[in-house]
């Protein structure tokens, strides 16, 4: 390795300085940076060759028509306008998609906070369960959970067992156009690991003498939740609210799984990434499917930004 | 540590690179190179490698490598691969595609290879027809199937039911049904699947009214009056409980795996004759195959033999003259279509035809059985569907589930179905 980067910041900067004047600034900074872009290389290859390439010609590719085939034809905003105003399987699609994110999104990291907190109380075997409940997100995304969760909801399934235990009959959960969105919904909240893990990183952080404090007063447990736990956690949940929205947003497999790509019963399970994936490779419009991804793309930016609108009225930063 | 590499060393060891990498070239050149893509699973890749080994032995210097898929799956790779300069050279194709790969420049034309390379004479006219598109020869069918229904024969005599004959109607099929349903013999099993989202089963229907899915120039061959009809018939079924409620009929993914009567929810089911053999193999009760029922006793002609799946091969293919020798040698050479056997259809070849009647097994023999004895019930291949026929069967389906789960009226849906494809079609 080279001396500069022993040396600490401020005498790279005097010596950069001085360097500079004597041979030449960018001699002199490829010299001191130049292990380091070595080292971000195989990053920065994947980075241009296989995401902002590829980005960039799909944004040239929603302005024609293409078919694979055949070389792309351009048609202007031709795309664009059909998806705003003449395309019903695009909002089909949408309300989809949306349900999905304002059922699973909630109730996941509410759901993770609860199993943070039941797991943030000195148990016993803390890893070991840690480890437990992290697992479905592991294998949540998997194809054979996807399966698994066909055989839990299907007519005779394990959840109607459980149902007739009781009396009552229910209906093939994935396969009924009311329902099977849920399942779906059931399916993601199942993966609380990665914010579960998150929040309690974050419970960690919270001093113990402020609660200490709080009992003294006579606070009850519900209000010390209230006025110290969530509102010093409120970096971690906006953050966890942030990934798993888009997470939710791009959701795919379990929906190609469990309605064999079609999106059905009657478009109920037709995430919008999976009608693009129907229009690019189904249908050969991958000109269209690049407009309907760019769109995803541009939703999911105005959510996020949206977010840190409002973020400063709800997230107390300590600092 | 130091990471430069002085330029002298770096020419060196780019002109060794460059040196061995024509090396490379020059040694394989001797070596003809054959890329093979299917869809299908298993079994269907044991018997075609076993083909491709055969090839190799009998034909030094030759390389043949073969590739398979899902046929979910299979569509996206292929579109991927030839958009991308990367297409394999011999490409099985489906009798849905091939306009739309054909007339996209994607397929290379044969006709000019016959008869001397490609020896198609004692195959059926209509199967070579079936590869054409615009007056040239673009796939090679590897076998003939038709649509077909599967009878849980157990489940039927359990009942005490008579299996239906090539006389049965619809509506006596579905008296059927119902009383299997109503006989209850096994928890959950219902008499038939809802076929009201079946393509074939649909097309079939349509052609015993003389009418058709799609026209010759790509219309839409049928009407609101067709559809709705079509539509209430299975209505009508339903609600006499012969079939399958909505929500199990949902579970079907269009495959083997999840069609009702795999799944135990149904004692006949909807499928096509070379999957005879898959079908009996996930099932332990005892099966047989029939055909779709009659919409009248005297109506005829819904039936057609279909080629199964083609060989086409890439106009990208630097290897043309052996994609067609191997192809030749897939559907002409005896030992290789011993090797194959039913599984991809039954061979269009006359004389291979005899060659594999000879040695079939009991399951062989049915869907053999099944297709040469159509009778009156076959009529002729319809012209290939136009490009959009793919979303024009989503929604058949699409209609068909909104109809079952009492969203949409039969006479409503039927409008819906017409308009619908027409617009689709408008598309392209």
């Not at chain 1, 019903?88 to 109730?107: G, R």
């Not at chain 1, 479905?136 to 839990?152: D, E, F, K």
């Not at chain 2, 199990?248 to 009567?261: G, S």
């Not at chain 2, 058949?396 to 409503?412: K, T, Y």
Request: aromatic fraction near 12%; hydrophobic fraction near 45%; include cysteine.
């Amino acid at each position: 390795m080279s001396n500069a980067m022993r040396t600490p910041a401020g005498a790279i900067n005097v010596e950069r300085y001085q360097g500079a004047v004597a041979e030449g600034r960018f001699r002199r900074l490829w010299n001191t940076n130049a292990p380091g872009y070595l080292f971000l290389l195989p990053w920065l290859i994947g980075f241009f060759g296989l995401t902002l390439g590829p980005a960039l010609i799909s944004l040239y590719l929603s302005f024609t028509d293409f078919d694979m085939l055949q070389s792309p034809r351009w048609v202007g905003m031709a795309n664009y306008v059909r998806i705003a105003t003449a395309d019903p399987k695009f909002s089909a699609a949408m309300h989809v998609t949306l349900t999905y994110v304002v059922f699973s999104v909630p109730f996941k990291l509410t759901f993770a906070l609860l199993v943070a907190m039941a797991l943030n109380r000195g148990l016993r075997g803390l890893t070991f369960y840690r480890a437990i409940f992290y697992l479905p997100s592991l294998l949540g995304g998997s194809v054979a959970i996807a399966v698994l969760w066909r055989q839990l909801f299907a007519s005779d399934g394990l959840v109607n067992a459980a149902l007739s235990q009781f009396g009552i009959e229910g209906p093939s959960w994935i396969s009924h156009p009311n329902y099977s969105i849920y399942t779906l919904v059931a399916l993601s909240v199942w993966q609380f690991g990665s914010p579960m893990i998150i929040f309690l990183a974050g419970l960690r952080q919270i001093p113990q003498d402020m609660y200490e404090a709080a009992s003294l007063d006579g606070a009850s447990k519900f209000r010390q939740f209230y006025k110290i736990t969530l509102p010093l956690l409120t970096p971690v949940i906006f953050f966890n609210a942030v990934v798993q929205t888009i997470d939710a947003f791009k959701a795919f497999t379990p929906a190609f799984i469990i309605s064999g790509g079609t999106g059905g019963p009657i478009n109920s399970t037709l995430f919008y990434t999976l009608y693009l994936y129907q229009e690019a490779f189904g249908n050969f419009r991958m000109g269209y499917a690049s407009a309907l991804a760019w769109i995803l793309v541009l939703i999911i930016a105005v959510f996020t930004a949206f977010s840190f609108l409002t973020s400063r009225y709800w997230v107390h930063y300590d600092d | 540590m130091s990471l430069r590499v002085s330029r002298r060393n770096f020419v060196a060891g780019g002109a060794t690179l460059l040196s061995l990498s024509a090396l490379g070239t020059s040694a394989f050149a001797q070596e003809q190179r054959l890329r093979l893509l299917w869809w299908g699973s298993q079994p269907r890749a044991d018997r075609t490698n076993k083909v491709s080994q055969l090839y190799q032995t009998k034909n030094a210097g030759t390389s043949i490598t073969g590739e398979f898929l899902g046929w979910g799956d299979y569509w996206p790779r292929l579109a991927t691969q030839v958009a991308g300069r990367n297409a394999p050279d011999v490409i099985q194709m489906d009798y849905r595609y091939i306009v739309q790969y054909a007339r996209r420049g994607a397929l290379a034309p044969l006709e000019s290879y016959m008869p001397a390379k490609l020896n198609l004479d004692d195959f059926d006219k209509a199967q070579i027809d079936g590869g054409s598109v615009d007056g040239h020869l673009y796939g090679v069918s590897l076998g003939a199937n038709s649509a077909a229904t599967v009878l849980n024969t157990t489940a039927f005599k359990e009942a005490g039911v008579d299996l239906p004959t090539q006389a049965t109607t619809w509506d006596e099929f579905a008296r059927m049904g119902a009383e299997i349903t109503k006989a209850g013999k096994r928890k959950g099993m219902f008499g038939l699947a809802d076929g009201s989202g079946g393509e074939p089963l649909f097309e079939n229907w349509l052609r015993q009214r003389g009418k058709a899915l799609y026209t010759a120039d790509g219309k839409i061959g049928f009407g609101v009056d067709d559809a709705s009809e079509w539509y209430d018939m299975w209505a009508k079924f339903r609600e006499a409980g012969a079939c399958v409620p909505a929500d199990i009929q949902a579970l079907d993914k269009n495959d083997i795996e999840t069609n009702t009567v795999s799944l135990g929810k149904s004692a006949a089911g909807f499928a096509h004759s070379n999957q005879f053999v898959a079908y009996q193999a996930m099932n332990k009760d005892k099966l047989a195959l029939t055909n779709y029922m009659r919409i009248k006793a005297d109506s005829k002609g819904g039936h057609y033999r279909k080629p199964s799946m083609f060989f086409s091969v890439s106009a990208q293919s630097k290897a043309i003259d052996l994609a067609v020798d191997y192809i030749n040698f897939f559907v002409k050479n005896p030992e290789a279509v011993l090797l194959l056997d039913v599984e991809r259809g039954i061979p269009e070849s006359a004389a291979m035809r005899e060659v594999v009647a000879a040695k079939l097994d009991e399951n062989g023999k049915v869907a053999l059985a099944y297709v040469s004895g159509l009778g009156d019930l076959a009529g002729k291949l319809p012209p290939p569907p136009p490009a959009g026929a793919g979303e024009g069967e989503l929604m058949l389906r699409n209609i068909a589930e909104q109809v079952g789960f009492g969203q949409l009226s039969p006479a409503d849906g039927g409008k819906q179905l017409v308009t619908e494809i027409t617009q689709i079609l408008a598309r392209g």
